[in-house]
């Protein structure tokens, strides 16, 4: 995913709470706690009116930046 991308959680809970945003930043190493797959990065994505990270699997891509 790339700066200026659309994105939404792909979790309906959570897509219904934030709605759509766009990824904000590079992503960041994230602190893998308990998680099997090792390192993952976590994405910068502004919603409505706050920036949340998200890991890459959390989102799904609607529009890239071209």
């Not at 897509?15 to 706690?33: N, T």
């Not at 308990?34 to 910068?44: E, L, M, S, T, V």
């Amino acid at each position: 995913m790339k700066v200026g991308n659309l994105v939404k959680f792909k979790n309906p809970d959570f897509h219904e709470s934030y709605g759509l945003g766009v990824v904000a930043g590079e992503p960041q190493p994230g602190i893998a706690l308990g998680d099997i797959r090792g390192q993952y990065f976590d994405i910068p994505v502004y919603f409505k009116d706050e920036i949340i990270y998200a890991r890459e699997d959390e989102l799904e891509s609607i529009g890239e930046r071209r």
